[in-house]
């Protein structure tokens, strides 16, 4: 059952968003611009923004590219490590070993500025709905507890660090539910890692091969719109699919390339291990109580997109 909530989670994130951008144009206080670099590629985990929330995240271990790309495996080194020096330069992270980065003073602020906007957002936001946040909290609090402790399938490794910088269980409720989208994004992420990396594949040739297998590219030209931020070239993708079509599961046309059969079935089977391995932590909670979580999970989606259909000036 529990599969079936990773896109619920994810719809009630994008809620989250769409009901903070209809708050913040009502807001008769003075808007509060984010420095321009924080806005530089926003969004993408290859972005000033990420490596800040990264560098929390790890610390005290000093951030570095390789321990980056444990999280963001499908990035390339040669741009993580660019962006890092830009953030030296500015200021936002200081050098404390060769290709080792930790937060500077500036970066530390930036960051806690950044969270008590959002903190800020979301008590603005609470006495607008009317689901039971608490029990909500609750449920998943259990769930993660458990992900952490019944850890045998697979290791919930970006899961535990985006834990590291969850809020205190005395928290609202609120501020706890906005921070598990981040947390279960991050154990999908664990699971999807422990179905796909044994296969031996890199994380880029993998993502370009589920590009292909749904139907959103044929060549690496296709690619490009959908994975320039990455930071890897054309042709570099244009290799990686040689190699995946080398293992059989890509097979070349005049078109560029199409799934094979084999591609197909290999697919389906990380899919379904990628379920399995999300679903196990979700066991902790009894049949009624995974139901009555689906259901404060949908009232709670709902009632955020409905703020956010209001309109800014009513």
Do not use: K
């Not at 909670?285 to 949908?298: A, F, N, V, W």
């Amino acid at each position: 059952m529990a599969p079936t909530l990773y896109p619920l989670l994810e719809e009630v994130a994008n809620g989250f968003g769409m009901a903070f951008g209809v708050l913040r144009q009502r807001s008769t206080e003075p808007m509060v611009t984010p420095p321009l670099l924080l806005q530089f590629r926003a969004g993408h985990a290859e972005s000033p923004g990420w490596l800040l929330i990264q560098a929390q995240e790890f610390a005290p271990t000093p951030l570095t590219v390789a321990l980056f790309r444990q999280r963001d495996v499908y990035g390339a080194p040669r741009l993580i490590r660019a962006l890092l020096d830009v953030l030296v330069t500015e200021g936002w992270f200081v050098d404390v070993a060769p290709e080792a980065y930790a937060l500077a003073p500036l970066g530390r602020d930036i960051l806690e500025r950044s969270q008590l906007r959002r903190a800020a957002l979301l008590a603005q936001l609470a006495p607008s709905l009317t689901v039971d946040l608490a029990r909500l909290a609750a449920l998943l609090q259990r769930v993660s507890t458990a992900s952490l402790r019944d850890a045998t399938l697979f290791d919930p490794w970006c899961f535990a660090h985006s834990r590291q910088r969850a809020p205190a269980v005395a928290a609202p409720p609120i501020l706890q539910l906005f921070h598990f989208g981040d947390d279960f994004n991050a154990l999908r992420d664990d699971a999807h890692m422990a179905a796909w990396q044994p296969l031996g594949i890199p994380g880029a040739a993998w993502e370009a091969f589920a590009f292909v297998c749904a139907g959103q590219a044929t060549s690496a030209a296709d690619l490009m719109p959908h994975l320039a931020q990455r930071g890897y070239t054309q042709p570099e993708y244009a290799a990686l699919l040689d190699d995946v079509a080398a293992r059989g599961w890509l097979q070349h046309t005049a078109e560029g390339f199409a799934v094979t059969a084999l591609g197909r079935q290999v697919r389906s089977q990380v899919e379904q291990q990628t379920d399995h391995y999300f679903a196990a932590p979700w066991g902790v909670l009894s049949s009624d109580e995974y139901h009555l979580t689906e259901t404060l999970l949908t009232q709670l989606r709902d009632e955020l997109n409905g703020v956010a259909s209001q309109s800014a000036s009513s």
